[in-house]
């Protein structure tokens, strides 16, 4: 009798642990130390610099990233390639105006995640993103080692709106076409 009810008190933790499920946790990510980067290149050359994170989550099931959403802070835009003085102000006025992301009208962008799979180390991730007001899918390629999220991976600018300098829309640019593509190295600190 006493062998019975322990081999069905085990029978039922056995069948509880494997029916059981797990939340996923949402883990908040520290803007002060998360980076995003960008680089916009142009025929002649290309500048570089930051963007300020506002806000984000992770969502993980264990160790497994499930989901996630980020806010960024367009109106932080700035320019790390020129000094002061010397183009640093001009270009970060342009890049703020109607011209490239109006951040006046658009304060914000987002990137809401919808799916991700397992590849490789790490994920192949496929989320929303929205830059002065139109969504669209983008795929990216996401590692995670030691608390900090990373990704590198190219916008075309132009399916935002963002079409001043691009060479897919104006004649005669020249030398003075600029890329439709602009990177973003993301580094997202748990």
Request: net charge negative.
């Amino acid at each position: 009798m006493k062998k019975t009810i322990t081999t069905a008190f085990l029978a039922l933790i056995v069948t509880t642990g494997a029916t059981a499920s797990t939340e996923p946790v949402e883990k908040t990510v520290n803007v002060k130390e998360s980076t995003i980067t960008w680089t916009g290149k142009k025929v002649l050359g290309q500048h570089t610099g930051t963007i300020n994170l506002k806000s984000g989550t992770l969502e993980m099931d264990g160790d497994q990233l499930v989901g996630g959403s980020f806010v960024v802070d367009m109106t932080t835009i700035a320019v790390t390639d020129l000094k002061a003085g010397e183009g640093k102000e001009k270009l970060e006025g342009h890049l703020n105006s109607a011209d490239f992301f109006d951040t006046t009208n658009h304060s914000e962008a987002t990137f809401v995640i919808t799916e991700v799979a397992k590849s490789g180390n790490g994920y192949s991730v496929v989320g929303d993103l929205t830059i002065k007001g139109t969504t669209l899918p983008t795929k990216v390629n996401m590692t995670i080692e030691n608390g900090v999220a990373t990704t590198v991976f190219n916008v075309d600018r132009t399916k935002y709106g963002v079409r001043y300098g691009s060479a897919s829309f104006f004649d005669n640019l020249k030398d003075n076409a600029i890329s439709d593509n602009f990177e973003l190295a993301v580094s997202l600190t748990l």
